[in-house]
T-cell receptor, first 112, second 116 residues
């Protein structure tokens, strides 16, 4: 079974802090994705990566950056957390040339 | 650009009743279509997918969906709902096997409540 893990289920940070959300997949997938999920808005793509050290902006990249130094790991970085970044963050991965994505359990981030 | 509309934000059904969740998509070519389910506090789990071929696809947990090109729809159905089906359901469309970083576009979700 494909397994996508996220470093924390719940996280509370203060405004202005630098926040790292980590995602690891164990199926050697090339593609990895970061989404945020908000009520009534569904899932919105923040960034994705189709190879090590490669990244592409999604629909809402502002205020976020990403890092992919190893194939299995994709990190989402909030350089200076703000209260409007309070949300559920979901990581996903998929094989090369496949649309079928596998999701992690999510990290619920609260910024106070 | 591709888009997905799930017109029902909330649906309530009685246990044992039939269920249909609506999904309409917009995409210029043959779409790759998915339904995902999210239980409270969990990530998304794939229920079923349509790539090509038979327009009626079967998924896990007794769900099925029918692709209707003429209506740009991919509605999810279940003949008899169980209380454990209470969750949020997301429809998604993809562009197909176009290369790396294939993106999905998700609908805003339908929250299903099951009354006992």
């Amino acid at each position: 079974d494909v397994k996508v893990t996220q470093s924390s289920r719940y996280l509370v940070k203060r405004t202005g802090e630098k926040v790292f959300l980590e995602c690891v997949q164990d199926m050697d997938h090339e593609n990895m994705f970061w989404y945020r999920q908000d009520p009534g808005l569904g899932l919105r793509l923040i960034y994705f990566s189709y190879d090590v050290k490669m990244k592409e902006k999604g629909d809402i990249p502002e205020g976020y950056s990403v890092s992919r130094e190893k194939k299995e790991r994709f990190s989402l970085i909030l350089e200076s957390a703000s209260t409007n970044q309070t949300s559920m963050y979901l990581c996903a991965s998929s094989p090369w040339r496949s649309d079928e994505q596998y999701f992690g359990p999510g990290t619920r981030l609260t910024v106070t | 650009a591709q888009s997905v509309t799930q017109p029902d934000i909330h649906i309530t059904v009685s246990e044992g009743a039939s269920l249909e969740l609506r999904c309409n998509y917009s995409y210029g070519a043959t779409p790759y279509l998915f339904w995902y389910v999210q239980s409270p506090g969990q990530g998304l789990q794939l229920l079923l997918k349509y790539f090509s071929g038979d327009t009626l696809v079967q998924g896990i947990k007794g769900f099925e969906a029918e692709f209707k090109r003429s209506q740009s729809s991919f509605n999810l159905r279940k003949p008899s709902v169980h209380w454990s089906d209470a969750a949020e359901y997301f429809c998604a469309v993809g562009a197909g096997l176009t290369g790396g970083g294939n993106k999905l576009t998700f609908g805003t979700g339908t929250q299903l409540k099951v009354e006992l």
